[in-house]
């Protein structure tokens, strides 16, 4: 009995170090991730000179113009609107599309299930990029260049096959009971996805939301392959306008980028306690 004891308190003597150090590392690492976001606030507010002279400081004059002109230059105002097209859209194809379609294969289960959920497997493994030359051709032929549909579609379909997964993943966690009980009250399947499925499910369709909405937001090269019109270009097209083959406007640059970070922000904020009740409440049962 004492040897369990003093056992006992010498493993509590230990986890007390421990937690401390775990502490102190998670504090440290959240200091390297969020600096990068600290020194583009600050560098958004600096003159060329000083953002290469000091760096690291704060700046000694606030340069709040940047943020003005960088909007003015830039067109921003047209390029966030056209971004916000094309983000939403997708988002909410990849959404609806996705949970449908997580909900019949974790719910359904037929004969060719397996192979269906190895195509969007499959579909996962794929290097975007190396499909940048065949959708041009394809959508040049179909006329589709130019338009807001040339971003959404590929957008949806890249993003499916993990939306798909992590709904799955998640469906499989919800008692089939809770369905059952809607089924009695005269609930038909469509009913019970909309009633009580994707309600249960908000934690992961904010922790989808937010993996697709960084993708879509901060997309440079799809937009570039198949934008060509002034009037349609996105929000990351309009921050290369800023840097050109004889030099870099740093000022407006950092200005931009930083009108460019703050939705990604706003929408991490809004859905962070969705975010993290979705990535472990797929791991738990019941």
Do not use: C
């Amino acid at each position: 009995m004492i040897n369990a004891r003093s056992e006992k308190m010498r493993g509590s003597l230990w986890r007390k170090p421990i937690s401390g150090i775990a502490k102190i590392i998670l504090i440290f690492y959240a200091i390297i991730t969020l600096y990068p976001l600290y020194w583009l606030g600050i560098s958004a507010f600096k003159s060329n000179q000083e953002f290469f002279n000091r760096p690291y400081s704060w700046p000694q004059h606030w340069q709040f113009d940047n943020i003005t002109r960088a909007w003015d230059l830039g067109n921003m105002g047209r390029a966030v609107l056209n971004s916000t097209i094309v983000t939403l859209s997708a988002l909410l194809l990849t959404i609806v599309l996705g949970m449908l379609a997580a909900y019949v294969l974790a719910r359904f289960p037929f004969k060719l299930s397996g192979a269906v959920k190895g195509l969007f497997l499959l579909g996962m493994l794929i290097p975007i990029h190396s499909t940048l030359v065949p959708l041009f051709i394809f959508m040049n032929k179909l006329g589709m260049l130019n338009t807001y549909w040339s971003l959404i579609l590929p957008y949806t379909a890249f993003e499916l096959p993990i939306a798909i997964f992590l709904g799955m993943a998640y469906i499989v966690s919800i008692p089939r009971e809770v369905e059952e009980a809607a089924m009695i009250d005269g609930n038909g399947w469509w009913g019970i996805f909309g009633r009580i499925i994707f309600p249960l499910s908000l934690p992961i369709v904010a922790t989808i939301t937010i993996l697709a909405f960084l993708r879509f937001w901060n997309d440079f090269s799809f937009a570039l392959v198949f934008i060509n019109s002034q009037a349609l270009k996105t929000l990351p097209l309009s921050l290369s306008l800023f840097s050109d083959g004889f030099g870099t406007d740093y000022s407006l640059t950092m200005g931009a980028m930083f009108i460019a970070a703050i939705p990604t922000i706003v929408i991490f904020l809004i859905f962070q306690e969705q975010i993290m009740k979705g990535m472990v409440a797929g791991s738990v049962k019941g």
